[in-house]
């Protein structure tokens, strides 16, 4: 066989769970490595920043990053690695839409009262009487400069950074996901089958109910939103049915359907938006609002019953959002002038 | 939109059957109206997605209101009723992300309105004058003030 292909697998803000992910695909690695070499990993391969920057332009065939960009560390390794590889490839719902980081931007005042927060006095929890911040900079008493990356204003999803070739979504991808990528690169490599197109999202066009094997009923009224853990959930009726605010509707589908269908848990959204939406949580909102308690006294309604129907959704923001703020179409907190 | 760089920007959501009407009849009617709002005209109030609020509002509109039947009129039974569940729950989602409410209404304006929706706009476009530009409106136009330095 022909040279190896070239792969990087990288971080940025992360927990790992994309890592573990990747493992997952068990019988699939030995595949993997039959066509690939990792050649810059920050958890799989012992390499530095300067391995990379070493590499000539274009010499990785495909990068793979997961995690948030959160900081100016994980901004340049994007750029970096785009300059060095010929695919990339955002691997997992913070890299694709921002994730669950992304929620940071929808805190009023921004990283300042973020950092606050976590080091000021807001917190009862917090005890930091000098008042010690991480500084960007700091010079040792013995002379030496050290540095520290300093945090974005707010995250984007990588293609607002870098041009980027495909997209993985989830959190983290599910294994068959993994496995139709690293199947089309396999015989792409192996027997000349072209790649998925520029731009593709490696997963279904269609919603999760499509994949969902619930039952659904042909009409919905939810008279009353429950959480999770209120109610004892059936594990075949359709959980807007029993009033348990369930993505599926706006979500993409390619997962498989396994929160619904083994976990017994509602979508929470991961998979971001479908391809005919531009934004999951109005999506979302629009289909929970049609649904949400229709009572036979429509005509005379007041404004407070009907702001009492809508409050039964705690947080609409975080709950609609949940993974893809960074990607929404107004994607950070503002400050409004009062009157 | 392009339109006089200070004056407040208001994109008006109407539907066909009742409000639509109404705004061709307060025309019709040479009722004096302010001049600073751009009426898109749709099927249903329930046509009117949450997103393109948010849309609006993201291209930098000061001020939006949604406009359909009143409740019983729907052209449609009852897509007035489901419209104002999301416009109530959209509400609360604003808040969150920091836009005041008060740049955002809902209406129920008729086909004989014509007058309604004359005072509507007035009162709205006197509310939103008081509140000056959307933040958002004011952070576009300074990105575009750096690009045009940088481009300079």
Redesign the interface.
């Known amino acids: 066989m022909s040279e190896k292909i070239r792969l990087a697998i990288a971080t940025a803000a992360t927990c790992d769970g994309c890592d573990m992910a990747i493992i997952d695909i068990d019988g699939m690695l030995l595949d993997l490595f039959d066509i690939a070499d990792i050649v810059f990993s920050q958890t799989y391969v012992d390499t530095k920043y300067e391995d990379l920057e070493k590499m000539p332009d274009g010499y990785i065939t495909a990068s793979l990053v997961h995690g948030s960009m959160r900081d100016e560390e994980n901004v340049h390794l994007a750029k970096l690695l785009r300059k060095k590889s010929k695919l990339m490839v955002a691997f997992g719902a913070c890299s694709a839409f921002g994730g669950i980081p992304s929620l940071a931007n ?1 805190v ?1 005042g921004g990283m300042g009262k973020i950092w606050q927060t976590v080091y000021g006095k807001d917190t009862a929890s917090t005890v930091n009487p000098e008042g010690t911040t991480p500084q960007h900079k700091w010079k040792t008493p013995l002379g030496r400069t050290l540095t520290l990356p300093e945090a974005e204003q707010k995250i984007v999803p990588m293609d607002k950074i870098i041009d980027v070739d495909y997209y993985l979504p989830g959190c983290p991808p599910a294994v068959s996901t993994i496995k139709t990528f690293v199947g089309a690169v396999h015989s792409h490599v192996t027997k000349g089958t072209p790649l998925p197109p520029k731009g593709a999202i490696i997963a279904s066009e269609k919603t999760l109910c499509e994949e969902c094997p619930r039952v659904k009923p042909e009409k919905y009224n939810i008279k009353k939103i429950n959480r999770p853990y209120e109610i004892e959930l059936d594990p075949e009726k359709c959980f807007l049915e029993q009033g348990v605010i369930c993505l599926g509707v706006a979500t993409r589908a390619g997962c498989g359907a396994q929160c619904t269908k083994v976990g017994n848990m509602p979508c929470r959204g991961c998979y971001g938006p479908t391809g005919l ?3 999951q ?3 979302m ?2 289909a ?3 649904i ?1 308690d ?1 009572t036979d006294h ?4 007041t404004d407070d019953e ?2 009492k ?3 039964q ?1 705690p ?3 975080g709950t ?1 959002y949940r993974y893809t703020f960074g990607n ?3 994607n950070e ?7 | 939109m392009s339109a006089d760089k200070n004056k407040p920007l208001i994109v008006v959501l109407s539907c066909n059957w009742c409000t639509y009407a109404g705004a061709d009849l307060a025309g019709v009617s040479r009722f004096q109206m302010p001049t600073n709002f751009r009426l898109i005209r749709t099927m249903c109030s329930a046509r009117i997605d949450p997103e393109l609020v948010l849309k609006a509002f993201a291209k930098g509109a000061d001020g939006v209101i949604v406009a359909g039947c009143h409740p019983g009129d729907c052209h449609y039974i009852s897509g007035n009723y489901r419209e104002r569940r999301r416009i109530k729950l959209l509400e609360m989602m604003l808040k969150q992300i920091g836009i005041s409410p008060k740049r955002f209404a809902l209406e129920w304006i008729s086909a004989s309105e014509g007058q309604k929706f004359a005072d509507t706009m007035r009162n709205f476009s006197a509310q939103i004058d008081r509140l000056g530009m959307s933040p958002i409106r004011i952070k576009l136009m300074e990105e575009n003030e750096r690009k045009e330095v940088a481009h300079v």
């Open positions: 929808s009023k939406v531009l934004d949580g109005a999506s909102l629009s929970l609002g049609s949400l229709m429509e005509l005379d309604m009907l702001e129907i809508v409050a959704v947080d609409p923001l609609f929404a179409i107004i907190a503002v400050e409004d002038a009062e009157e």
